[in-house]
Structure formats: C-alpha cells, structure tokens
C-alpha cells in the first residue's frame, strides 16, 4: 500500500461535514421529516457527526440508525474473503420519511443497490437521497449521489482511504495506490 | 472470516473462534427475525434439501424458515414419502437427489454416523439436524446462544444437564460445545440414564438434583422419552419426576437465580413442572425463536463460503 497523496485533512473534513448539514437542511427545508441512516462501517460515523452539526444548527436531532448491507451483497460468489456481518441498528419507522443514506466513499455502487435493496425492505419511505464524502467515479451501476463531500477523479489502480477518528486515530482522506483487497 | 470445516456434523473438535464466529452472526439474524419483511437475499440461487429420515416438527420447520428467509430454494423430503420405501438404498437415494444439483443438505436420521457418510457421497456442504445417539450440533449451538443472550458470557459458566443423557445428542453437542467456549458442564439423571465413562469428557455427575440445582448458573431439562423410557431405565414417571422433576419448590429453596433450558418438546409433570415451564426462570419459547437465528448464521457461514 502506497500512499500517493493526503487529499483531505482533518479541518478539511471538518467543513465539508458543516457544508453537507447545510445542504440536507436546506434541501428538505427543515429535519422534521428526516432519517439519518449511516452504512457500517465508516458511513456510521461520518452520520454521527452530520447528526451533531444538523443538531447545532438547527437546534433538535434528527433520527438516526445504521445499516448493515452485508446480506444484501451482490459478489459472495466471487470474493475469496467472507465478508463479516453485523447488526442493522435501525428502531425508527421508515415509512413516508425522507432518509438520507450516508456513506464514506461511492465507487461502483453496489453499496448502494444494496442499502436500496435493505431499506426497502425495513419500509417504504419517501424519499431516499445519497450523502457521500467522496465520489470517486467507477459506477458500475446508475446510481448517483444528492450531496457530495468531494468529487475526486481516480484511476482504477488507485483507492480512496477514509480515516477517521473513532476508528483509525486520525482524520484525513488519502489516495492510494494498488489496493491490497477490492473494497466497495 | 470463514469456518474452518465446509460441513456442520457435530460440536466436537469444532475449534472457539468457529463457534464464536456463529454465535456472533446470529446477533445479525436475530435483528432480520424482528423486522417487518423477515427475509434477506443472501443465498439467493441456492438449491438446500432437507432430508429427514426421523419425524421432526420443531427442527424441520426452524431449518426450512432459515433457509426461506436467507431466500435459499427448499426441497422437503421425508423418508415416509420416498423411494427407500421401494428398496432403494441411502446412497442411491443421495446420489438421485444430488445429480439435481442441489448446494446443501441438511439431514436428520436414526441412525449416528449419517451425516459424515453423506460428506463422502456428496459435494454438498451437509449440515447435521440430528443422529442417531451422536450429535444435534445447531441445537447445541442455540442453547448456547441462548445463554450467552440472557447471562452475557458463557466462559465460567456452570451449565447442568439433566435427564436421560445415553440416548440424548443434544447432551453430547452441549457437553462438546459448551465445554471448548469455557463453561463447566455437570451431568444429573439417575444411574442407568447416564452412561459409564462419560466423565472421561471432563463432566461432573449429579445424583441428587437439589445439589446439581444448588450448584449451578444453568440447567438444560431434557425430555423423557415417555414412550420408550417409563420402565426400562425408570420404575415409573412419577418416580421420576418425585427424584428429578425440576419444580419451583426445589428453585426457589435452592437457586432463585437459576436459568432453565430445555429443547422441547416439554413433558408436563415429567421432568419440568407446569409452573417452571411457564415461570420467570426459563427461556424456553427464546430458545426456538434463537433456533432460527442460529440456523439462518450457520446456513450463510457454509452457503457463501468460496
């Protein structure tokens, strides 16, 4: 793992977080009817934190949850790792809400048809809108995203690494190349 | 992270982090079984066959819900209805439902051994629902996950099993599994229910069911076999239950903290009184709702492993 550059550093994050919590308010016209749901394992997080700037900004918190699309993947048959599950955390009713699905990098978006696939089946909500730190192109699939953190144009070679605090000690957002392993 | 076998025939010698890596996947499952659309996708395209050569209610349909609500296809079989009626033997019966192409097989038989032939017979990943006097792995392991649920850990724990133990393999998979995560596990029944030499599997015996009551975090009752058991290994029912019966006298006088298990189908008033069976100390009705969890964990460990 070679790093080529550290594309997004911890003020960095910082503001684009305030700026997406900006965004979501103004494009929904308030959180009355919003659901936060983050996507294990790095998405969970990065909602966390847009749920704390939307809650300082607007002064009550949005629902909130988290998914686990593991069971919904598409490549069991074709990845020689298994991929560990985990919980789905979600208690609210997804019914007639408007959920903004949250996620650290959308690449091929496969991801996604899974999380679509997995909140479909917990409800049936109003809207669903996509919020990724960073796109960093490659779809595979015709999916794309409503609030975007950065677009960052890659190779294929190449991979976006999001670290964050609660999980890796730091924040930043690197680009790297020849990934040890496909990652989604 | 993938189990280390491609089959389920039993507890024993399946290492920690195997049973640890079921257990934890189960957590997953028992979320999908609360909510409103219990079904995922994941072994969409897989073809599992259910053969049960000994009746079952409990097991099959636990089995055949897990692998619904994976999405798998199902194929019931039961011996009553098929061709070894005719004179067909085991083998060809496997080998005809094999060359239909099917991805699992999950089987129940009389007789102990079946599942590890069938592994030889077949490419299948073969999942053992019970046999003969040998194994009942995922019963085992919904016990298991049961008790970590209510009591939070299973290392230190002490678990007693009660009842006929020679002809029972649930005993056997709680005695293999309980004991590989860390749990320390006593037998109790009467002298001709328990097998000479079983303490050579690192178990303590119990012939008096107060001191097993009083000693231990767990008590898993398992059934009298009414119809074979009443006067061959036991003079009588009644006497049974007088000696063993667990009865919310005994709990309450000598263990009010104790946690009761037992894998159905209950005797009333044989080995469990009515009162503990409905009683605040069992999990009896979490232990099927867990079999489901359990069984969709195992099913997806072996079904999307490359």
Do not use: W
């Not at chain 1, 700037?53 to 909130?64: H, L, M, R, V």
């Not at chain 2, 050579?200 to 231990?216: S, T």
């Not at chain 2, 290994?233 to 000598?254: A, M």
């Amino acid at each position: 793992m070679k790093i080529k550059a550290k594309i997004i550093d911890k003020d960095g994050i910082r503001r684009t977080i305030t700026r997406l919590a900006h965004e979501i308010l103004e494009k929904n016209k308030g959180l009355n009817n919003l659901v936060l749901i983050g996507v294990r394992t790095r998405g969970e997080f990065i909602a966390h934190r847009l749920r704390e700037k939307i809650s300082e900004i607007d002064g009550s918190e949005p629902a909130f949850g988290i998914l686990d699309v593991t069971l919904y993947r598409d490549d069991f048959r074709r990845r020689l790792k298994q991929p560990e599950v985990s919980v789905t955390n979600i208690t609210c009713d997804l019914n007639d809400k408007d959920i903004i699905l949250i996620d650290d990098v959308l690449y091929t978006g496969r991801t996604v048809r899974g999380a679509l696939d997995a909140l479909m089946d917990l409800g049936r909500p109003n809207t669903i809108q996509l919020c990724v730190l960073v796109d960093r192109g490659h779809r595979e699939l015709p999916i794309k995203a409503d609030f975007i953190g950065k677009n960052i144009p890659t190779s294929i070679n190449e991979e976006i690494k999001v670290k964050l605090a609660e999980l890796d000690g730091e924040d930043s957002v690197y680009l790297i190349e020849s990934p040890e392993e496909e990652e989604d | 992270m993938s189990l280390s076998s491609r089959h389920l025939i039993g507890l024993f010698g399946v290492p920690k982090d195997d049973i640890q890596n079921i257990l934890d996947t189960a957590v997953t499952f028992r979320e999908v079984l609360e909510r409103p659309i219990k079904r995922v996708p994941t072994l969409q395209g897989k073809t599992i066959v259910n053969l049960f050569f000994e009746s079952s209610t409990r097991t099959r349909i636990s089995f055949e819900l897990a692998q619904k609500r994976l999405s798998a296809d199902v194929i019931n079989f039961s011996a009553s209805t098929s061709s070894t009626k005719k004179g067909e033997t085991f083998k060809d019966t496997v080998r005809n439902i094999e060359a239909m192409k099917v991805d699992m097989i999950v089987v129940r038989h009389e007789s102990s051994g079946v599942p590890q032939f069938l592994t030889r017979i077949s490419k299948a990943n073969i999942i053992n629902a019970g046999d003969g006097r040998h194994e009942h792995p995922t019963q085992g392991l919904l016990d298991m996950f049961s008790i970590r649920e209510k009591l939070g850990k299973l290392d230190g724990l002490k678990v007693c099993i009660i009842g006929d133990i020679a002809h029972s393999r649930v005993a056997l998979s709680n005695i293999y599994g309980l004991k590989t995560m860390g749990a320390q596990v006593s037998l109790c029944g009467p002298p001709t229910m328990i097998p000479r030499g079983i303490e050579m599997l690192g178990v303590k015996i119990y012939h008096d069911i107060n001191k097993a009551i009083a000693e231990n975090d767990v008590l898993n009752i398992l059934r009298i076999q009414l119809e074979r058991d009443a006067g061959t290994t036991i003079p009588s029912l009644r006497e049974y239950h007088n000696y063993f019966g667990v009865t919310s006298e005994r709990l309450e006088k000598y263990n009010p903290n104790i946690l009761i298990l037992h894998p159905g189908p209950i005797n009333r008033g044989v080995e469990i009184s009515s009162e503990v069976a409905d009683g605040p100390y069992q999990i009896i009705l979490d232990q099927v709702t867990n079999g489901v969890a359990v069984r969709m964990a195992v099913l997806y460990l072996l079904g999307t492993m490359n």
